[in-house]
């Protein structure tokens, strides 16, 4: 259980408390409620573009690492689909750095043409390191288009293209900018070795003057439901094979999303999960074999993928995975089963609340999802989940109608 109090500021800030005394730590997270499915679909990359400008500095502050590091803390962020989180940890005599720094930045960045020049070089280099230039990096952005075809899921947080962030203007920068970073479009949670009453005096002393905007989020479009399989083969320089299976589920917030993330648990949650036990180890047609879900805000994706072993064909590789998928479908998994990965997730649940960063990472987050209190209810939500629920709910995902599948193919077959 984590205790929590929670208040808002006039300007539209949401905050979080939760005070731990076990900790000399105090962690700040700060979630804006902008993700890559806020973007221009002519400017992707937009949101991710900010993670790095946000640390890029400001008029008042030139950079705002040293200052943190001179106080003795540490930082980082993330950016998803759904938002972006900015998160750091101090020691608890020098907080009121955490403060300054993160309400300076949520204020106005410096907003120069050389600091754009140098993160956009920064965002274009990973662009390229990380999805054209390593192996199968670029898997996601075939994966996603050919899934959605109206819902802005459709291209990854890196955005579309290089040249959606090559072409992008300070004036669209500083758009997006005005659009979603506000406090009305924000969550601060502060966890740690600091009292409710000081954390509320530093976020009115700190945050209370920033200015509420006007939110400028788009309508975003509903995905059409998904009547016919689709299908994409493309020819890489990779060593090995890989096919990507993909089907679209509920939304994260949905009370059936528990028995869907049981069900890729139950398929692939460590070597003892039954597509490493019958894929990989016994029938040796996989190397590495793999099932989760993206999570989504929206509606998501169950996805299954698999390295092939050399030698092992495509086909045979795709009906493997189909033979193991259509138990889920007609057959009861075991009481066994079931307490297995209902005890996994618990207990990587309750391990989280054992780091101060954790919580207030978690809490924010549930706080987006719409609910705060949700925390406290996610251990409760799998343990609902039944026999029958995995049994209904596999039939209602693994549908070929609602299946996309990316063929990943070597163009080195000789060397499989």
Not at 248 to 276: K, Q, T, W
Not at 279 to 306: H, P
Not at 347 to 359: G, P
Request: include cysteine.
């Amino acid at each position: 259980m984590v205790d929590y109090k929670k208040f808002e500021l006039d300007n539209g800030l949401t905050v979080i408390h939760h005070h731990d005394e076990t900790t000399s730590l105090v962690a700040l997270n700060l979630l804006y409620k902008v993700g890559a499915r806020d973007e221009n679909p002519k400017r992707t990359g937009f949101a991710h573009l900010f993670e790095h400008l946000m640390f890029g500095g400001t008029n008042n502050i030139p950079d705002f690492d040293t200052p943190l590091q001179m106080s003795g803390g540490e930082n980082n962020a993330f950016t998803n689909n759904d938002y972006t989180n900015y998160y750091l940890t101090l020691p608890k005599d020098n907080v009121e750095t955490g403060f300054w720094l993160e309400a300076d930045r949520m204020r106005e960045l410096a907003f120069t043409s050389k600091s754009l020049e140098v993160q956009r070089q920064v965002v274009i280099e990973e662009f390229k390191q990380r999805y054209l230039n390593q192996p199968y990096g670029d898997v996601w952005l075939l994966l996603r288009p050919l899934a959605y075809k109206k819902h802005p899921y459709q291209w990854p947080t890196i955005g579309k293209e290089i040249s959606h962030i090559e072409e992008a203007t300070l004036d669209e920068v500083k758009a997006f900018f005005y659009s979603f970073y506000a406090p009305n479009n924000a969550v601060l949670t502060v966890a740690g070795n600091i009292t409710f009453e000081e954390t509320k005096e530093l976020c009115e002393k700190w945050f209370g003057e920033l200015p509420y905007r006007e939110l400028n989020k788009p309508i975003l479009p509903i995905e059409p439901k998904q009547t016919e399989k689709r299908v994409l083969e493309v020819k890489r320089d990779v060593p090995f094979d890989m096919i990507y299976k993909t089907w679209h589920m509920c939304e994260r917030n949905h009370p059936e999303f528990y028995a869907y993330d049981l069900i890729s648990d139950v398929l692939s949650n460590g070597r003892s999960a039954r597509l490493y036990q019958r894929l990989v180890k016994e029938r040796q047609i996989f190397s590495d074999i793999n099932a989760y879900l993206t999570g989504d805000n929206d509606e998501g994706l169950f996805v299954v993928n698999g390295k092939l072993m050399g030698g092992r064909t495509m086909e045979e590789a795709e009906k493997a995975i189909d033979e193991e998928l259509e138990k889920m479908c007609t057959e009861f998994v075991s009481d066994y089963e079931l307490e297995k990965v209902r005890n996994k997730v618990e207990a990587t649940l309750l391990y989280s609340e054992t780091n101060v960063l954790n919580k207030a990472m978690n809490l924010s987050f549930f706080e987006f999802l719409g609910d705060v209190a949700m925390v406290n209810m996610e251990v409760d939500n799998y343990r609902k989940v039944t026999r029958e629920d995995i049994l209904r709910i596999s039939k209602q995902l693994f549908r070929a109608e609602n299946c996309s599948i990316l063929y990943y193919l070597s163009n080195t077959k000789s060397e499989n």
